[in-house]
């Protein structure tokens, strides 16, 4: 499996971005997908996940701003990111699991300026 995140830039606070990450493989459907973030010197962070239903997690520190979305059709992951604030600056992955096994992407960097 391999994930291409895009999307990523400089963003004033209080801006939006969308993140895209393309899967391959013709069973995207069956995937659990992820986003998650690492802040400079910080641990990396689950931000969003959706499993093939539909079903959502977020963490409190995203709830309400950032939404995250899957296109099955073309075997894409989105993240919708609003009222962006300075601390969500950082490198956004997104990770597919499948079968017990998990695949990361390279990475967008994402900077909020304030």
């Known amino acids: 499996v391999q994930l291409q995140a895009s999307g990523g830039g400089l963003v004033q606070a209080g801006g939006s971005l969308r993140l895209s990450c393309a899967a391959s493989g013709s069973i995207f459907r069956f995937y659990a997908m992820a986003w998650y973030r690492q802040a400079p010197e910080k641990q990396r962070e689950l931000i969003a996940r959706?499993?093939?239903?539909?079903?959502?997690l977020y963490p409190d520190s995203v709830k309400g701003r950032f939404t995250v979305s899957r296109d099955n059709a073309k075997s894409t992951v989105y993240l919708q990111m609003n009222s962006l604030k300075p601390e969500d600056t950082g490198v956004y992955f997104c990770k597919a699991n499948i079968g017990g096994n998990e695949y990361w992407g390279q990475g967008t960097q994402v900077t909020v300026s304030s």
């Open positions: 959706i499993i093939n239903e539909g079903t959502t």
